[in-house]
């Protein structure tokens, strides 16, 4: 995966993933300035997981968001389509079930989980508005999707300082920090390209969700998007079949 190929060919994207698996959560510590763990937590509080919940976490990594989500006593699938990732959170989370699949073709049935969430990697999937469908396919009537990602600050200043972060800093910092640095300025110039959060809101509503909200965090630079897989047919789908029948 170079910088110019931003098609995010599954393949590639995950054989990038795999060559930074070692060391993937401490290189998200650098780049982020400790602000992944603060993400983390905010993340998981939204889930709002407890003992009688399946979760499903998509894009799991290592398991490090898994792992948290645990903690609240909740039983947690995590799912990444890196092997390299996968092995790596086996060895380090023997606890948590992780399986190697796609997000676009979920290998669950209808209706299994009662909160699905993503931290940080639905902009790398090849067709991220497929994957949100599929993540209601997946999610119990009034289960709840989390997803926590890369935004854009709404005030200009803050937005022209993270771009040049995004351009200059990131691929600089990841040099030193990484095994992979090309990986990261894949990953830079990913979240430049990502839509903003009014988009992202639009996507949610478009594969079914209900309950759109989000928040920002970090003045922006995250955002927290939250919804709900409808409990019930809307009154206005229900409507529409009493006047057919």
Known sequence: MTKADMNKQPAEVASMFDGVAANYDRTNDVLSAGNAALWRVATVKAIGAGPADRVLDIAAGTGTSSAAIAKRGAEVV???????????????HPEIEF???????????????????????????????????????????GGRLVVCEFSTPPFGLLRAAYRAYLRFGMPFIARFASSNGPAYTYLADSIAQWPDQQVLSQWLRGAGFSRVAYRNLSFGIVALHRGRKPSAPSTRASSKKRATS
């Open 99 to 141: 399986i190697e699949g796609d997000a676009e073709k979920l290998p669950f049935d209808d209706a299994t989980f009662d909160a699905v969430t993503i931290s940080f990697g639905l902009r790398n999937v090849n067709r991220p508005q497929v994957a949100l469908a599929e993540m209601n396919r997946v999610l119990k009537p």
């Open 78 to 92: 995590a799912l990444d389509f890196s092997h390299g990732m996968v092995e790596v959170g086996r060895k380090r």
